[in-house]
C-alpha cells in the first residue's frame, strides 16, 4: 500500500450554526457547501490493471447511506463497490476497480446530495486518507500511475449568495505524482 492523501469531505454551511445564530447579520455568508474528493488516476502502461484503494477514517466511517462512490473513465459514472472493515473506531473501505491500458480513471468519493434528509440537515463530515495498491487479483505485478488528487466543491444556498466553486490539488504523501507500485510492497 502506498500513501496518497488525506481528505475532507463536507456537506455543511461555512459558517457553523452557533454562529449566524448569535450574529444573524453573517447569515448571507453562509453559503452550504458540498466538497468531495476526486482522485484521477492514470494507467501509463499498456497493461489493464487492477486496483485497490483504501479509505480510512474514524467513527462514523463511509456510511453507504450518505457516501457516494463513482469511478469515471467513460463519461459515465458507475457505481463503485467496497467492503468495509471496523476496529476500535476505524473504519477502512476498500474499493477495487480496473483501469485499463494507458487509460484515465476518476474516482469519486462525496457525501450523497440525493439523500433528501442528508442535505436538509447539512451538517455532514468526514476526514480521513486514502492508500493505494495493486489488486491481488491484478496480472501485473507491477505498475505505474499519474495521481492527481483534488477537493472540489460546490457553494449553494441562501438568497443573497449566488452559486460558487472551488476546486484544489491536495499534496501527495510522496511528493510526486508518478507512482511506481509492486504486489510484492
Do not use: C, W
Not at 476526486?38 to 450518505?66: H, M
Not at 449566488?162 to 510522496?174: C, D, K, R, S, T
Amino acid at each position: 500500500m502506498a500513501f496518497i492523501s488525506t481528505f475532507e469531505i463536507l456537506l455543511k454551511p461555512q459558517l457553523p450554526k452557533k454562529l449566524t445564530d448569535k450574529e444573524p447579520e453573517l447569515s448571507p455568508l453562509a453559503r452550504k457547501v458540498l466538497q468531495g474528493y476526486f482522485l484521477t488516476i492514470a494507467n501509463v502502461t499498456n497493461e489493464l490493471v487492477f486496483l485497490s484503494l483504501v479509505v480510512t477514517t474514524r467513527t462514523p466511517g463511509l456510511d453507504p447511506k450518505k457516501i457516494l462512490t463513482v469511478l469515471d473513465t467513460t463519461g459515465v459514472d458507475d457505481p463503485v463497490s467496497s467492503i468495509f472493515e471496523g476496529v476500535g473506531g476505524i473504519q477502512k473501505s476498500r474499493f477495487t476497480f480496473p483501469i485499463n491500458a494507458n487509460d484515465t480513471g476518476l474516482f469519486i468519493l462525496q457525501p450523497d446530495a440525493t439523500n433528501k434528509k442528508l442535505r436538509e440537515e447539512a451538517n455532514f463530515e468526514l476526514r480521513g486518507y486514502v492508500e493505494i495498491s495493486i489488486s491481488s487479483v491484478s496480472t501485473p505485478k507491477t505498475t505505474q500511475l499519474l495521481i492527481t488528487p483534488e477537493h472540489r466543491g460546490t457553494f449553494f444556498g441562501t438568497d443573497k449568495a449566488e452559486l460558487g466553486e472551488i476546486a484544489y490539488v491536495l499534496p501527495l504523501a510522496n511528493g510526486k505524482s508518478l507512482f511506481e507500485l509492486s504486489k510484492d510492497g
